[in-house]
């Protein structure tokens, strides 16, 4: 929309990637106070895919019961599969005290892996649920 308008008091925070695929004027650089800061972007597509759709990176969510070790199982279950973990969230579920809903995101190189990795913690989890399967995104700097 920025370039569509050609508006010079019309501007966008976006990657050094945007401006390159769009063709626009990078005006400031490195703007984030945080150098440690990352954006990440996901497509969402309700239309399945014809062909086969690699992916090395998922998203779940999942809850664990009360108990010591509980969380500890299903990471330790993970990293016996060679699944990296990128990233690890807990939200506290309303109306039920120290009870987590916890998301996850791993690479896991082997698509055979993954399936066996999802099927082993699924005794270790009150319930899971798969969000998204897709390729790990490649790092565009500065």
């Keep these: 929309m920025v ?3 050609g508006k010079p008091e019309v501007g966008a925070i976006a990657s050094t990637l945007a401006a390159d695929m769009y063709g626009l004027n990078i005006l400031k650089r490195s703007i984030e106070t945080n150098k440690q800061n990352y954006t990440r972007f996901l497509v969402l597509d309700r239309k399945p895919r014809k062909q086969e759709f690699l992916y090395n990176k ?12 509980s969380l500890h199982k299903v990471l330790s279950i993970l990293a016996f599969h060679h699944a990296n973990l990128t990233k690890i969230q807990s939200v506290p579920l309303l109306g039920k005290p120290f009870e987590y809903l916890f998301f996850a995101d791993f690479i896991l190189e082997d698509r055979n ?30």
Excluded: Q
């Design 3 to 5: 370039k569509e308008w």
């Design 58 to 69: 998922i998203s779940i969510c999942f809850t664990v019961s009360h108990e010591i070790g």
């Design 113 to 142: 892996h993954m399936k066996y990795a999802l099927d082993s913690i699924k005794p270790f989890t009150g319930r899971m649920k798969i969000l998204g399967n897709y390729p790990k995104g490649a790092y565009y700097g500065n």
